[in-house]
């Protein structure tokens, strides 16, 4: 959704004096994020304590500082240093996260736990109602981890890790 769009929305809303405009809805949504921002952008991270905003049903944001670490450039798989910066985290209030998950349909906890290594489930078994079918893959397609990670090269990300070695220091 835009800006254009959420004003759009507000402007159709049935809840307002039929008086307002779409300039004034404007002017109101630009001045309530600018003050939003201009809140995170001046407000202090401390030790014990971070500045947020809470919107009741809808979630919470909260101004968190990330500090500087090492990482890895994915094309040149060079080392390189990232430096600290601050963010804003995030979190649903879980009225908004149970509408969101409403129409969701979780699948079985026995589809998912209880295969043996190499084993597929019959998808289709499965939603048609016959039970939870499990179809073994003939030995010949039987995959075993130690081959493949023999057989396989190394993944970029994993040889620069091989290279700085195990008692690489991870900042928070």
């Known amino acids: ?9 507000i402007a159709r809303s049935r809840s307002l004096p039929p008086d307002t405009t779409k300039k004034d809805i404007e002017k109101i ?7 939003i921002a201009s809140y995170f952008a001046r407000a202090k991270v401390t030790r014990s304590q971070s500045p947020k905003f809470a919107f009741p049903h809808f979630g ?12 890895v450039n994915p094309r040149t798989l060079e080392p390189m240093q990232i430096d600290a910066f601050y963010t804003l985290d995030f979190r649903t209030s879980s009225e908004l996260r149970d509408a969101l998950n ?16 190499g084993a597929v489930a019959d998808v289709g ?15 010949a397609f039987a995959v075993d981890a130690d081959t493949v990670e023999e ?20 900042s928070a």
């Open 29 to 35: 949504v630009t001045l309530a994020f600018e003050e």
């Open 102 to 117: 409403q129409g969701r349909i979780e699948p079985e906890a026995a589809t998912r736990r209880g295969r043996r290594r």
């Open 151 to 170: 057989r396989l090269p190394a993944a970029p990300l994993q040889r620069v890790r091989q290279a700085t070695g195990p008692n690489r220091v991870r």
């Open 60 to 71: 919470t944001f909260v101004k968190k500082r990330r500090s500087a670490r090492n990482g």
């Open 1 to 9: 959704m835009t800006k254009a769009e959420l004003i759009e929305r």
């Open 125 to 139: 078994a499965a939603e048609s109602g016959l039970g939870d079918a499990e179809v073994t893959t003939p030995a």
